[in-house]
């Protein structure tokens, strides 16, 4: 990890920020954590792609942005939107195929939108989201109304076809949209730096397209959140699109099916020394934020998910009729009179 | 009413449809400055400007995932892919993301835009930029699909589909890009999914779209001038959605059906019509229906190979004296 942005100064984030960031994070991490839970149990079907070690990345951009501006995510994507304000309830019920779910079960984990937090889909085919995020910025553009488009996506995304595709038309276009990259080490099971020409994935191709390389500690809310908005500001100013690489780590493997036994295990406890969430803590406690105001941010967040679990747990799963509907905008599926 | 060609029927729906509604946007490889290198978008970039008429880098990715970025968010785009055999190079916005993005969202999102795509052999140009598509798009739940046969039916169906809700893709055929026919003069709006009865007959009902259709209007004046054959000749216009009582109703009352497809022939459009008309209308018809289709095959360059694999005039009209044993 050559040449990494340092990390800001804390003076310059507000106490009520900062305290969002880590009420974000700690949601997240104990939402996850119970997703993975129900897995066990049998109460999610289908796949999942947890983001267990990504929190700071989604905090410090959900906290960045504006209500009106958009986010793209993966099919890791559930940090990213609750990050934007979608409840755990909505979150969860859709994990479990439930009346209560964003999608009412029609989306499932990997595709988990909320439009009216800005939430525009998460993407199930890698990259596929890079070029349509530039498309919602050209589209902001056009109509003049500052907003600003992410496409989150992981490593591995940087290697397809999209990603430069779409780098290149918005660098052209000079389009108001962030591209950042969760890189977590691993190309779903295989280390990304055995497949890629560069080390550092998206970082080393800004170049190509005559962005600025940045590098960040994606594990540092604060750090990712002083990017967020230094990007935002460029973009809203009409400076066009960044990209931005932040370094972070899975605490699990890719998906439900993977335990990620492929990562040395030295490799896995150094990464879990920089667990974004306990790291944050500590740095509030350090500034000098009462341990009492952290504790009763992670009681209210149990609070919140206990409930939203009995809630998700009750909610009834979706009507049938509803496989029907939707497909065209008339609301059904006929495709002949 | 003024004649017009069909390339021209194309950009005077595109024009209409910006001046009427600023959201309507247009992107593609030299569709801005250069006019679409087949002339369909002549004029545009002139009178509305490059914000609105934006050429492209040739990154069909790009190129897709921005209209759909773009119709997601209020806008209404048109987007050219240049030739029908590319969208093979942007598979995944036609299959997974235009049409299934409303359905997964709950009918949170919705995808209003427009593919517009040059289809279909005539210009010798060989197995990777003649291939008539259309049947790909077909196979998926979410799209409409739509493929004009002439000047007046390019203009109207192109205004609709670009006010249309749902994403649709708008195949134009290179064969038919030079001839005229009237096409009405100011706003000009047909509907999506009305199939077109072009002669009425007793004796054959012969379905067509596209390019087949002036072959399969030709073959059915043969037919009743030089053997005695009268034929129904209908033009789909879109194979979704897909006017299934026009066809029920026509194929009824000849009892015997013909369908001619420029596509290849395993899981052509025509194999669905005849399996409707089967399950639905079995009792009126009144022998095996027949497909007359582009063979199996990647399609050849030369001339005279394009030509014998294409269903021409002649094929139709030996397909249906054959059938009908006249």
């Known amino acids: ?337 | 009413m003024a004649q017009l060609t069909y390339r021209d029927a194309v950009s005077a729906a595109i024009a209409q449809e910006m001046l009427r509604d600023s959201r309507v946007v247009l992107l593609g490889e030299d569709a801005a400055a250069a006019g679409g290198v087949f002339k369909t978008t002549v004029g545009l970039f002139e009178q509305f400007g490059p914000t609105r008429v934006r050429d492209t880098p040739i990154s069909e990715l790009a190129i897709m995932g921005a209209a759909m970025g773009a119709a997601m968010t209020g806008l209404r785009p048109i987007a050219e892919i240049m030739f029908s055999d590319f969208l093979a190079c942007c598979w995944d916005y036609v299959a997974n993301q235009f049409p299934k993005t409303r359905y997964m969202s709950d009918g949170q999102l919705g995808v209003p835009l427009v593919i517009r795509t040059a289809n279909g052999a005539g210009a010798r140009f060989g197995a990777q930029h003649s291939q008539s598509v259309e049947n790909w798009a077909m196979a998926i739940p979410g799209l409409k699909v739509v493929a004009p046969s002439n000047a007046a039916d390019a203009k109207g169906l192109l205004a609709a589909s670009i006010r249309d809700p749902d994403p649709v893709i708008f195949f134009e055929h290179k064969n038919l890009l030079g001839n005229k026919c009237e096409v009405p003069d100011g706003e000009y709006v047909l509907p999506l999914g009305q199939a077109a009865v072009l002669r009425e007959g007793k004796d054959a009902t012969i379905i067509a779209l596209a390019a087949m259709v002036p072959r399969a209007l030709k073959a059915a004046e043969t037919l009743a001038a030089e053997h005695g054959i009268s034929a129904t000749v209908i033009d789909l216009r879109c194979l979704v959605p897909l006017d299934t009582k026009t066809i029920l109703e026509h194929s009824a009352r000849t009892g015997r059906v013909f369908t001619v497809e420029e596509n290849p022939r395993l899981c052509g459009w025509g194999a669905e019509i005849v399996s409707i008309i089967q399950e639905e209308a079995f009792s009126s018809i009144k022998g095996p229906m027949v497909r007359i289709t582009t063979p199996h095959i990647p399609l050849p360059a030369a001339d005279r190979l394009e030509d014998e694999v294409i269903p021409s005039v002649a094929r139709i009209i030996n397909e249906v004296r054959k059938a009908l044993g006249k």
Request: negative net charge.
């Open chain 1, 1 to 337: 990890m050559s040449s990494i942005a340092p990390p800001p100064s804390a003076a310059n984030i507000p106490e009520a920020t900062r305290l969002e960031l880590y009420r974000q994070m700690i949601e997240i991490r104990y939402c996850e954590k119970r997703a993975h839970d129900m897995f066990l149990q049998n109460l999610v079907k289908g796949t999942s792609h947890l983001a267990l070690g990504h929190e700071a990345v989604a905090a410090g951009f959900g906290v960045a942005m504006n209500k009106d501006d958009y986010t793209f995510c993966t099919y890791r994507g559930h940090h990213h939107t609750m990050a934007r304000g979608a409840s755990m309830l909505s979150v969860l019920g859709e994990l479990m195929g439930r009346q209560c779910g964003l999608m009412k079960g029609k989306g499932g984990s990997m595709h988990l939108t909320s439009a009216e937090n800005g939430v525009m889909g998460s993407y199930a085919i890698v990259g596929a989201h890079l070029p349509i995020a530039a498309g919602a910025a050209w589209s902001a553009q056009y109509r003049g109304t500052k907003q600003v488009a992410a496409a989150f996506f992981g490593d591995g995304a940087t290697n397809i076809g999209a990603f430069h595709e779409a780098l290149n038309l918005a660098c052209v276009w000079k389009l108001p949209v962030v591209f950042v990259c969760e890189n977590n080490g691993y190309m779903e099971y295989t280390p990304i730096g055995a497949v890629t020409a560069v080390a550092n994935p998206a970082a080393d191709r800004a170049s190509a397209y005559d962005l600025p390389r940045q590098l960040i500690d994606g594990n540092d809310a604060e750090v990712v959140y002083q990017a967020a908005c230094d990007a935002y500001a460029k973009a809203r100013a009409g400076g066009g699109p960044s990209l931005i690489e932040c370094l972070t780590y899975r605490h699990g493997g890719h998906s439900r099916a993977d335990p990620g036994k492929y990562r040395p295990k030295d490799e896995v406890e150094e990464w879990m020394k920089k667990d974004p969430v306990v790291l944050y803590r500590i740095r509030l406690l350090q500034a000098g934020i009462a341990e009492a105001t952290l504790d009763e941010i992670d009681a209210t967040a149990m609070a919140k998910l206990e409930a939203a679990t009995e809630a998700a747990k009750a909610s009834p799963p979706p009507e049938l009729a509803s496989a029907y509907t939707d497909v065209y905008a008339d609301g059904g599926a006929a495709w002949r009179n």
